[in-house]
């Protein structure tokens, strides 16, 4: 079955340091999707990437989708305390259900 | 509050008692999906409806586990026989058409002693 795979597992640092996360799909994916769950939390759409290549972003954030349409990136410019939280990325699988990556969790520090 | 709406937010209940959840979707989102999430990995696909019909199901729901959505409205998941391995957060899901952006509820917190 499709696995999706996110390096690293763990991430600390130092606010104002930047951040990525990377995510690696076992195939071919029609879309990526990102999520956001902050500790004791539900997860919270991010963004949705489509088309190869696509780069997308948000703010500090910064998203990509790889030519070949199985991975992904996050990239957090300068982060701050308000982005500590775990944060996935999720590709529909057989019809639209959601295969969610292992997850990179942040941790910022002050 | 139009987002998605699950209770209880947390259940506490011993080995082999039965428990039931509830979703409220987001009004007029069509798809409705069931995840379940343990502690430090990412949510996994449980089952998901279209209206009220209940289209797949993963191999991780055992015959113990039914889902039910019978006005295409809310849906509810009930677990009999719990075990302490159904300890998890239960998350659900919901989206206007397939393939579009699935938001997800608070979940519900289920500990089983």
């Known amino acids: 079955g499709q696995q999706v795979m996110q390096i690293p597992q763990y991430q600390h640092v130092q606010e104002g340091e930047d951040f990525t996360t990377y995510c690696n799909s076992s195939?071919?994916?029609?879309?990526i999707q990102w999520y956001k769950q902050r500790p004791g939390g539900h997860p919270v759409f991010l963004i949705q990437l489509v088309k190869s290549g696509e780069v997308k972003k948000q703010k500090r954030l910064t998203f990509q989708f790889g030519e070949a349409k199985k991975n992904s990136s996050l990239h957090i410019t300068a982060t701050q305390t308000t982005d500590v939280g775990t944060y996935f990325c999720?590709?529909?699988?057989?019809?639209?259900?959601?295969?969610f990556g292992t997850g990179t969790r942040l941790q910022v520090f002050p | 509050d139009t987002g998605v709406s699950q209770n209880p937010r947390h259940k506490i209940t011993k080995r082999g008692q039965n428990v039931t959840f509830r979703c409220d979707p987001i009004?007029?989102?069509?798809?409705l999906y069931w995840y379940r999430q343990t502690l430090g990995q990412g949510p996994e696909f449980l089952t998901y409806f279209q209206n009220e019909a209940q289209l797949e199901k993963s191999r991780l729901l055992s015959d113990r586990f039914s889902a039910e959505r019978p006005k295409g409205s809310f849906s509810t998941l009930e677990i009999q026989r719990t075990e302490q391995g159904d300890s998890a957060m239960y998350l659900c899901a919901s989206s206007l058409d397939p393939g579009m952006t699935q938001y997800f509820g608070p979940g519900t917190r289920l500990l089983v002693l």
């Open positions: 999720a590709g529909p699988w057989n019809t639209d259900k959601l295969i």
């Open positions: 195939t071919t994916l029609s879309n």
């Open positions: 009004s007029e989102h069509n798809r």
